[in-house]
């Protein structure tokens, strides 16, 4: 069963951290770009951060310097470490699957599969 399980999440003060992790199953994880995304009510999904199989990175340019992707391929895990927590960052993330093996997808309309998200909610 393909499945992605977002966890990590919680309340936070400004300036703390937090990491995020996302476990898979169900695909062969090294061979696809995973993203992160978040979602605030009443907004679209905004992608933050994607990782290709063998560890290129990229980021939403908002988010670059506190944000950190990763992945560990060996046992099909992303992560996403989020430093410097600001209210802004308050939101429902949630780990996405690209549909195609190595093509980078930092879009919606090319992901076929995203877990249910975890919350972070930054607030002091």
């Known amino acids: 069963q393909v499945q992605l399980v977002e966890s990590g999440g919680g309340l936070a003060q400004p300036g703390g951290s937090l990491r995020l992790s996302c476990v898979t199953s169900?695909?062969?994880?090294?061979?696809?770009?995973m993203s992160w995304a978040r979602q605030v009510p009443g907004k679209e999904l905004e992608w933050v951060s994607g990782?290709?199989?063998?560890?290129?990175?990229a980021y939403l340019d908002s988010v670059k310097g506190r944000f950190t992707i990763s992945r560990d391929n060996a046992k099909n895990t992303l992560y996403l470490e989020i430093n410097n927590l600001k209210s802004e960052d308050t939101a429902m993330y949630h780990c996405?699957?690209?549909?195609?093996?190595?093509?980078?997808?930092?879009?919606?309309?090319?992901?076929?599969?995203w877990g249910h998200g975890t919350q972070v909610t930054v607030s002091s």
């Open positions: 169900g695909f062969t994880f090294s061979d696809y770009f």
């Open positions: 990782v290709y199989g063998d560890g290129d990175t």
């Open positions: 996405a699957k690209a549909r195609a093996a190595r093509i980078r997808c930092d879009r919606s309309v090319c992901w076929d599969l």
